[in-house]
T-cell receptor
């Protein structure tokens, strides 16, 4: 099982709709979770972090975390064409013999259709 | 402005010609790392550093070297580049173990 898994997509949604991006992870001890947005040829940009079970909202973005199910999601409300990008889920993995490591998922490609 | 600066942005070279990609951060972060990103393979960590003079291998270290002589700088060295090292490279820094990662703008490397 891969440590961080995401649907590769592409996920297509019409402008104004809600985009739902999902991520599962393997390490039950993980405590920190991040969502990055990456435009083609650009560097990943942190858009959300979440540490506790439940929802965290920031503007049009909502991150949801369920540690029991080892599941984290990102909702984008009122999707805009400018949201078209690849979204990377990242999870802090505890390492007993080395430093805690942030593992990135493969990313989900989102396309918002005008 | 908080940033990770890496240079060059684009680099074309030939097999076997040593090269260095520079990386500098102005956030006083202790943790720095290098990633490469390839289609279908995602972000893979090459090397990381927890502090000055402390470095360790990531997931794909073969063919790469790093050094951390100063807290702000973390150069990536390819002693003898090969075509399979053609990739998009990112330098990154982080304020603590397992915390968010802040990326540089990337270096697109082509080895002919």
């Amino acid at each position: 099982q891969k440590e961080v898994e995401q649907n590769s997509g592409p996920l297509s949604v019409p402008e104004g709709a809600i985009a739902s991006l999902n991520c599962t992870y393997s390490d039950r001890g993980s405590q920190s979770f991040f969502w990055y947005r990456q435009y083609s040829g650009k560097s990943p940009e942190l858009i959300m972090s979440i540490y506790s079970n439940g929802d965290k909202e920031d503007g049009r973005f909502t991150a949801q975390l369920n540690k029991a199910s080892q599941y984290v999601s990102l909702l984008i409300r009122d999707s805009q064409p400018s949201d078209s990008a690849t979204y990377l889920c990242a999870v802090n993995m505890f390492r007993e013999t080395s430093y805690d490591k942030v593992i990135f998922g493969p990313g989900t490609s989102l396309s918002v259709i005008p | 402005e908080a940033q990770v600066t890496q240079n060059p942005r684009y680099l074309i070279t030939v097999t076997g010609k040593k090269l260095t990609v520079t990386c500098s951060q102005n956030m006083n972060h202790e943790y720095m790392s290098w990633y490469r990103q390839d289609p279908g393979l995602g972000l893979r960590q090459i090397y990381y550093s927890m502090n000055v003079e402390v470095t360790d291998k990531g997931d794909v270290p073969e063919g790469y070297k790093v050094s951390r002589k100063e807290k702000r700088n973390f150069p990536l060295i390819l002693e003898s580049p090969s075509p399979n090292q053609t990739s998009l490279y990112f330098c990154a820094s982080s304020p603590a173990q397992g915390a968010y990662v802040f990326f540089g703008s990337g270096t697109q490397l082509s080895v002919l």
